[in-house]
Each structure stands twice: as C-alpha cells, then as structure tokens.
C-alpha cells in the first residue's frame, strides 16, 4: 500500500489546529490532576460566595461545598480506596480485558477478524460497525469495552486506520446511546423520572417507557447514515494510509490456514456454548438470568461477565486447538499480560474517578445545571424553539455531569411542568433531553470511558493525545446531534406519535 498524503480542506485544517492544541495540553493524568486542583479552587471560591440553587425536584436548597473543608478532605482520605474501586468503568474494563486479552493473544481475535473482513462487503463495513455501536446500549455500557477496541482491530483487518475504526464504533456507542431499534435500560429509567415530574402539574400522568419508541427507532438509520458518511468522508481522509499488520509471517501458508480453521471451530464452539448456557439460565422467570417477574433486567446485568466468560473461553479452546496453550499456566501468562497491558488505563482511571467523585461532591455541576436551565427558562420562548434550546443545554451540560439520569433529576422538573402549561407533552420533553445529552458523549472528558479510548487509541499511534480524539470525534457530535435535531423539529411539525399512543403535543 502506498502512503497517500491526506487531503487538505479548510475543515481538515481547523480539526488539526484542535487537535495540535488538545495534545499540547500536558498527559492526560497529568491534566486531570490540573483539573482536580482546578475544581478544589472553584468549590472554595463559589462556597466562600455562598452559592446556592433550590433543587427542582426536591425544594432542598443545593450549596456549593468547598473541598477544603475539613469534612470533604476527610471525605477524600477515607474513601480514596472506594472512590477508585468503584469507579464505575474500572471493573467492566480489566474484567472483559481478563477475557479479551487470551482471545487477542492466541491469535483468536486477529484469526476471527480476518475471516469477517473477508466476508463482509468493503462498502457497509463502517455501517455495520456503526449500527453496532447503536444497538450495543442494549448491554448499557459493553459496547465501550467490548465494541470500540474490536471497532479499530476490525478497520485493522480490513487495511483501514483502526483510528477510523475506533471512531465509527464510538460515535455508534456513545452518539447512539439513546437510539436503538429495541427497548433499552434507559428507557424505563428516564420515563420514571419523567413521570414524577408530569405529576407536579398533573397528578396521576402516566409516561410509559414506550413514550420516545419510534422516534428512537427512527434515529437508527439516520445515525447510521451519517455516521457512515462522516467517517468516510470526513475522519479517513484526516488520517494517513495504514500499513497492515494482520499478515502472517510464516511459511506455510497453507499449514496456517488449516491450524487457524481448527482454531476458529474450536473456538465456535465455545462460543456456542456459552450462547447455550445463557440460553439455559434465561428459559423462564424465576431462573437465574430472569427476574421472579419475568423481566430480561438480570440477563442485561449479567452481559459484561457473559461477554467475558465467552472471551476467555473461545481464547483458550482457539489456543488449544492451534497448540500456543499448552498448561493452564499458558492461560494465567496470558491473562496476566493483558493486564500489564492496562496498567497506564488504570493509572488514568484512577485521576478521572477522584476527578468526577470531586466535581460531584462540591455540587458545581448541579448548580451549573439548574442556572442553566434558570437562564433557558428565562429568555421568554415558547414550543419548538424551546425544546431545541433544552437540545442545547442538555448537549452543554452533558460534558459537565456524564450521567444521563443524574441530569435529567434535576432538569426534568423544571422543564416537564413549565412544557406542559404551554402545549408539550412530557414525551416530547423527554425526547428532546436525550437527542442533546447523547450529542456530546463522544466529545466530553467526563466521559468515564473516555479514559479507555485514549489508551486504545494509544495503541495505533502513540501520539493519540486528548486532543486527536477531540478533533477526530467533533464532526460526529455535530452532525449528529443536528441531524437528530432537525429530524426532531420536522417529526415535532408533522404531529407524528412519539410511541405508542403518545402524542407530540399535551
């Protein structure tokens, strides 16, 4: 393959000056313990000030916390331990990674990638691998483990930058969040919310969690579209052309392929069984995987330990039948590399999780929400033009608070009520937060997983700094998020149902 240099366009130039700019900024450890020091400062200054809101939902009045008070710095001493173990990404990651890490180093991942690339059409690779991403938020957060590294070892395989890779499958995970084609976890939890909400001003309101469903389906294709076309137009020609190094270097070509044919049945197999005993576990309510009700909720839960066990033991059955595991300490060897492998995600992990722990202790990122929202509320605008400006805020807010119920707590009651008195259904409220909190998922630092993709991208080029994921992710979270908004206004003009019986208008 010969290096083409990338194309030079205005907008090529501009992702480059944010990307020269991000990975000036020092290491990413070092710029969270920037920001740490950063938030202690703000938390004094705003507590010294006597900054407080009222909480929408609650009436409590919300005060700025000073991180230097005695309480808070005891806070941080005894609960430092808890504070990193429970940061919420750090067990899916090194868990799946256990499993990950033997199928990557037998060979099983390379083996198995290579057999899809060579089956699956050049021209919906970056397709698939978007709606992946999308449907992946049925496992809630898996598809940040699992779908994002596998997304770069896939372009990889294919000859393509796995950088590009890494962004198709992001944007579809983290962009798509709030979209899927089925049910999510997400649903019930912000339709609970929603629904306390609709009943300060109507008591009794009832918001299913089918109130956003079409239009969730509906945003399907239109991510994937786009998804498509920013990366095949926009990321790839940012980047240079990649040399792959998926190529055997042995001899007998021949003698591989059949070693990696037995490899990938016996590995298959394993695979087939696992899928078999989830099955099994998940056959009717009351079963382990099912809840006494009757609800998939446990087999949802139990995903990353599924996805891990399925890993590991394809892994080792691959190995097993291509002769690199020969005891069980093979095994142990392989898994204990894999995590020296993450030691530079864990160090990371463990500045963002004191990071956000802090950032949430001192209360800034709810007073900045309820101002924010206060300010919106203020400006006087009514119907279609408000709800892109909730659009907005939630996109705004999104890279200050990660949690998407956490936000919708506190804005929820402000906005469903005050929608309400003026024509909107709570629904549509509901639909517009989670088009502008998805937006920027892939943008924001606070990302939990943010973290993680720094260090996978790390792995195709070792300058992959803060900067070259922002300026790489930026023209997904644009176009997504005004793609998502004007199918949102014209869907909103057309009086189309949101779900089920659910109406656009109150």
Same mark, same amino acid.
């Given at each position: 393959?010969?290096?083409?240099?990338?194309?030079?366009?205005?907008?090529?130039?501009?992702?480059?000056? &944010?990307?020269?700019?991000?990975?000036?900024?020092?290491?990413?450890?070092?710029?969270?313990?920037?920001?740490?020091?950063?938030?202690?400062?703000?938390?004094?200054?705003?507590?010294?000030?006597?900054?407080?809101?009222?909480?929408?939902?609650?009436?409590?009045?919300?005060?700025?916390?000073?991180?230097?008070?005695?309480?808070?710095?005891?806070?941080?001493?005894?609960?430092?331990?808890?504070?990193?173990?429970? =940061?919420?990404?750090?067990?899916?990651?090194?868990?799946?990674?256990?499993?990950?890490?033997?199928?990557?180093?037998?060979?099983?991942?390379?083996?198995?990638?290579?057999?899809?690339?060579?089956?699956?059409?050049?021209?919906?690779?970056?397709?698939?691998?978007?709606?992946?991403?999308?449907?992946?938020?049925? $496992?809630?957060?898996?598809?940040?483990?699992?779908?994002?590294?596998?997304?770069?070892?896939?372009?990889?395989?294919?000859?393509?930058?796995?950088? $590009?890779?890494?962004?198709?499958?992001?944007?579809?995970?983290? !962009?798509?969040?709030?979209?899927?084609?089925?049910?999510?976890?997400?649903?019930?939890?912000? @339709?609970?919310?929603?629904?306390?909400? @609709?009943?300060?001003? @109507?008591?009794?309101?009832?918001?299913?969690?089918?109130?956003?469903?079409?239009?969730?389906?509906?945003?399907?294709?239109?991510?994937?579209?786009?998804?498509?076309?920013?990366?095949?137009?926009?990321?790839?020609?940012?980047?240079?052309?990649? +040399?792959?190094?998926?190529?055997?270097?042995?001899?007998?070509?021949?003698?591989?392929?059949?070693?990696?044919?037995?490899?990938?049945? $016996?590995?298959?197999?394993?695979?087939?069984?696992?899928?078999?005993?989830?099955?099994?576990?998940?056959?009717?309510?009351?079963?382990?995987?099912?809840?006494?009700?009757?609800?998939?909720?446990?087999?949802? +839960?139990?995903?990353?330990?599924?996805?891990?066990?399925?890993?590991?033991?394809?892994?080792?059955?691959? !190995?097993?039948?291509?002769?690199?595991? +020969?005891?069980?300490?093979?095994?142990? +060897?392989?898994?204990?590399?894999?995590?020296?492998?993450?030691? &530079?995600?864990?160090?990371?992990?463990?500045?963002?999780?004191? =990071?956000?722990?802090?950032?949430?202790?001192?209360?800034?990122?709810?007073?900045?929400?309820?101002?924010?929202?206060? !300010?919106?509320?203020?400006?006087?605008?009514?119907?279609?033009?408000?709800?892109?400006?909730?659009?907005?805020?939630?996109?705004?807010?999104?890279?200050?608070?990660?949690?998407?119920?956490?936000?919708?707590?506190?804005?929820?009651?402000?906005?469903?009520?005050?929608?309400?008195?003026?024509?909107?259904?709570?629904?549509?409220?509901? @639909?517009?937060?989670?088009?502008?909190?998805?937006?920027?998922?892939?943008?924001?630092?606070?990302?939990?997983?943010?973290?993680?993709?720094?260090?996978?991208?790390?792995?195709?080029?070792?300058?992959?700094?803060?900067?070259?994921?922002?300026?790489?992710?930026?023209?997904?979270?644009?176009?997504?998020?005004?793609?998502?908004?004007?199918? =949102?206004?014209?869907?909103?003009?057309?009086?189309?149902?949101?779900?089920?019986?659910?109406?656009?208008? =109150?």
């Amino acid at each position: 393959m010969t290096d083409q240099p990338p194309r030079r366009t205005a907008l090529t130039r501009s992702l480059d000056w &944010v990307e020269r700019t991000g990975n000036a900024l020092p290491d990413p450890v070092t710029l969270f313990a920037i920001l740490i020091v950063l938030v202690v400062i703000a938390s004094v200054l705003a507590a010294g000030a006597g900054v407080s809101v009222p909480h929408p939902g609650t009436g409590d009045v919300v005060v700025a916390k000073s991180l230097l008070d005695s309480d808070m710095i005891q806070r941080l001493l005894v609960e430092m331990p808890k504070t990193f173990t429970s =940061f919420a990404p750090l067990g899916y990651v090194l868990l799946v990674m256990l499993g990950v890490g033997v199928a990557e180093k037998t060979g099983f991942l390379t083996a198995a990638l290579r057999g899809l690339v060579s089956n699956v059409s050049p021209r919906l690779l970056t397709a698939a691998l978007v709606f992946a991403g999308i449907m992946s938020s049925l $496992a809630v957060d898996a598809g940040y483990v699992v779908l994002i590294p596998l997304g770069a070892a896939l372009f990889m395989g294919a000859g393509r930058h796995p950088v $590009a890779g890494l962004a198709a499958g992001f944007a579809g995970v983290a !962009g798509g969040f709030s979209a899927n084609l089925v049910l999510t976890p997400l649903d019930p939890l912000l @339709a609970g919310l929603t629904q306390e909400a @609709a009943q300060l001003t @109507a008591p009794g309101y009832v918001v299913d969690i089918t109130a956003n469903y079409y239009l969730m389906i509906a945003l399907v294709p239109l991510f994937v579209l786009v998804g498509t076309w920013v990366t095949e137009r926009l990321v790839e020609p940012r980047l240079p052309a990649w +040399r792959s190094t998926i190529t055997p270097e042995a001899t007998d070509k021949a003698d591989i392929a059949g070693m990696e044919r037995r490899g990938l049945q $016996a590995a298959l197999m394993a695979i087939l069984a696992v899928i078999g005993a989830t099955a099994a576990l998940a056959w009717a309510p009351g079963y382990p995987l099912r809840g006494a009700d009757g609800s998939f909720l446990p087999l949802m +839960r139990s995903l990353v330990a599924i996805m891990f066990i399925a890993f590991l033991l394809a892994g080792i059955a691959y !190995g097993v039948a291509i002769r690199v595991i +020969r005891s069980d300490k093979d095994v142990v +060897r392989y898994m204990s590399d894999s995590m020296a492998d993450m030691g &530079v995600y864990i160090v990371l992990a463990f500045v963002a999780a004191h =990071f956000i722990a802090m950032f949430k202790w001192s209360n800034l990122g709810v007073i900045s929400a309820v101002v924010g929202a206060d !300010g919106l509320r203020s400006l006087g605008i009514e119907g279609s033009p408000l709800l892109v400006g909730l659009i907005l805020l939630a996109a705004i807010i999104n890279i200050l608070v990660g949690s998407a119920s956490a936000k919708w707590a506190f804005l929820a009651p402000i906005f469903v009520p005050m929608l309400m008195l003026l024509g909107l259904s709570p629904e549509a409220t509901q @639909a517009a937060y989670r088009i502008g909190d998805s937006s920027t998922n892939m943008i924001t630092p606070l990302l939990p997983y943010f973290p993680l993709i720094l260090v996978v991208g790390k792995r195709y080029d070792a300058n992959f700094g803060i900067g070259t994921l922002v300026a790489t992710m930026l023209p997904f979270a644009i176009a997504f998020g005004v793609s998502s908004t004007l199918l =949102f206004v014209i869907w909103m003009a057309m009086g189309l149902p949101l779900g089920p019986g659910v109406p656009s208008v =109150f």
